[in-house]
């Protein structure tokens, strides 16, 4: 299908051909929304796809809810979003799109009170809900709670293992006399597709949340996390199917305690989308989402050889000017079933959701001889 060669992009959803940068680009509509965050995609059996964010007038509010959007296969223009959450009294935030092996489309997602009277977070009355679409997310059946435990958090999907497991990560946030505290991974596992779940803790991995699993072989999984402290991604392993995890060390990528998104592709490599900066401490992370990068690692994860900058923003580089970048983050990063890669994140302080369809070939690039040669 050929598509338009916009002048940029334009905020009604219309996907338009970037020359430059050699992808498919589009604003997906935002509705009467004001602010927008953490999207997720999924692909339909047919071809066409979905994508949820939490979206409302500032995070945290009471308005805050699950909204979702679908482009159609074949179409060149994403459409308006609908509301698929409704609680009047919680914020709602941070969806996953999983399709279950009920042939339902599962969107879950955090509900957290709106305030609380002297917390500046919520996060401790957290608690993981769910809701189901039998026809391709046009219309949703009303959520209900997945786990009956509070502080629990979410923000990636569910995965379904090679040998049916199905493993969903998570963290646990806390409350305390100093304020919350914690915030370790677990990880939910069933062996009966979804009905009941046991808990399994990652070891010493406080302050490394919002788990990425990746299944490199049959029982042999690892998890890449956003890091509190603000310095790298850091990674884990398992090779039980997720029954124990090792304690998650360093990657060679950077971190500033925001939102990654990591899987294998078919080419057998895995990649991540992250953005490409660490800072000094958490606290110095406002405005500072920009670059977005995608990276490409042949070896499991360990080293990150393939590179490439797919979001600059402003372009603003060095701590002195940092904070005239918007915010460009919580990257979302799927691969269809024809191979092509694509990429959701928010846009410009979280003003919408970019839309970003590319192929692997695109973040390798061509190996080009010095001139002379």
Request: aromatic share 8%; hydrophobic share 35%; net charge negative.
């Amino acid at each position: 299908m050929e598509f338009k060669h916009l002048p940029g992009l334009t905020p009604d959803g219309t996907i338009y051909h970037n020359v430059n940068m050699g992808t498919l680009e589009a604003l997906i509509p935002s509705g009467s929304y004001q602010f927008v965050k953490a999207p997720s995609l999924l692909e339909l059996p047919g071809g066409d796809l979905l994508c949820a964010w939490s979206a409302g007038s500032k995070e945290g509010g009471a308005d805050e809810s699950i909204v979702c959007a679908k482009l159609k296969k074949g179409d060149d223009r994403w459409h308006r979003p609908v509301k698929v959450s409704r609680d009047s009294k919680r914020c709602e935030q941070s969806p996953s799109l999983f399709l279950g092996p009920d042939n339902a489309v599962w969107v879950v997602y955090t509900s957290q009170a709106a305030g609380v009277s002297g917390k500046n977070d919520t996060n401790h009355t957290a608690m993981i809900r769910f809701q189901k679409s039998f026809n391709g997310g046009r219309t949703w059946e009303d959520p209900k709670g997945l786990f009956p435990d509070t502080g629990s958090l979410c923000s990636q999907p569910i995965i379904m293992l090679k040998n049916k497991r199905l493993i969903f990560s998570n963290w646990i946030s806390r409350d305390s006399m100093t304020g919350l505290s914690g915030d370790p991974t677990v990880f939910r596992i069933s062996e009966d597709e979804g009905s009941t779940w046991k808990t399994v803790f990652m070891p010493e991995s406080q302050g490394r949340i919002q788990a990425n699993i990746v299944e490199l072989e049959e029982g042999h999984l690892i998890a890449f996390m956003r890091s509190r402290s603000a310095d790298a991604i850091y990674r884990s392993e398992s090779f039980d199917w997720g029954s124990t995890w090792s304690a998650p060390v360093k990657t060679v990528l950077p971190n500033n305690n925001s939102g990654i998104s990591a899987l294998r592709l078919k080419s057998g490599r895995i990649a991540i989308v992250y953005n490409h900066i660490a800072v000094d401490s958490a606290e110095e992370k406002t405005e500072n989402g920009c670059p977005i990068a995608v990276a490409l690692s042949e070896d499991g994860g360990i080293t990150w050889p393939l590179i490439r900058y797919v979001e600059l923003g402003e372009g603003y580089a060095g701590a002195e000017n940092q904070i005239n970048n918007r915010q460009y983050e919580t990257p979302y990063l799927m691969q269809g079933q024809n191979g092509d890669l694509h990429l959701v994140f928010s846009y410009k302080g979280r003003a919408c959701i970019k839309y970003m369809r590319f192929t692997e070939a695109d973040i390798i690039g061509e190996k080009r001889a010095p001139e002379g040669e």
